[in-house]
């Protein structure tokens, strides 16, 4: 659990410091990952191999049910935010307090909701973009009728609410997980927490699968065809 931020004042601008960090190092370590599962690519694939293809194909299985042979070229997307956030959900369970810091300490990176908004905002407008390139100034208003006018603003309603859930949902998931093991720490230190963070560990790969599952629906939703 953080106990606050790490700020930078540099001008008039703020910076968490401690979630920029962590950030990156969540970003450093898929990059060592993502190099190591390809720099040997074979028919008879080894253990990392496996796993990220297997990964993939999870995506690639459900893209094809929800959004078609055409949904695939948005997997890259989909797949890089799965594999972000369920690592750095999963940092907040490292021994961070080891490293102390003279403001705040280490601490999951989503459990800041700078981050997580700035995913949804993201997703906001990747599939805002990938709707209009398929269906041009359809995909805001189809005709001007009344009823097309009332659902447009709807549609323009659930524009905002959508990354504000998926932000939200996110963030107050890992940060209440976090202090919740900080609480079972101060109270035991031993064995009682680790019900709570095998729990915590469930919820980190949970909340990654929901955000990319969500930003699955929403893109399919931007280019599917009316029918």
């Not at 190591?36 to 459900?62: C, H, Y």
């Not at 202090?179 to 729990?199: D, H």
């Amino acid at each position: 659990m953080s106990e606050g931020h790490w700020i930078l004042n540099i001008g008039n601008m703020a910076f968490n410091m401690d979630t920029i960090l962590t950030m990156w190092l969540a970003m450093g370590f898929l990059l060592v990952l993502a190099i190591l599962a390809t720099r040997k690519i074979s028919i008879f694939p080894n253990k990392l191999q496996v796993v990220f293809e297997g990964i993939l194909g999870f995506f690639w299985d459900m893209s094809d049910t929800l959004m078609g042979k055409e949904g695939r070229k948005h997997i890259p997307l989909i797949a890089s935010l799965f594999l972000f956030i369920i690592t750095a959900n999963l940092m907040g369970q490292l021994p961070w307090k080891l490293y102390h810091l003279k403001h705040g300490e280490l601490a999951s990176p989503t459990n800041d909701i700078n981050l997580t908004a700035a995913m949804a905002v993201i997703v906001l407008i990747y599939y805002i973009v990938a709707g209009f390139a398929k269906k041009k100034f359809k995909f805001f208003l189809h005709d001007f009728s009344p009823i097309s006018i009332f659902m447009m603003l709807i549609e323009i309603l659930e524009m905002f609410t959508r990354p504000l859930t998926l932000a939200l949902r996110l963030f107050g998931n890992i940060l209440a997980g976090e202090i919740l093991i900080a609480a079972m720490l101060g109270i035991f230190a031993y064995v009682l927490p680790l019900p709570f963070m095998f729990f915590e560990v469930l919820v980190a790969c949970v909340q990654a699968l929901v955000f990319a599952m969500l930003t699955m629906v929403y893109v399919s939703t931007a280019i599917s065809e009316e029918e």
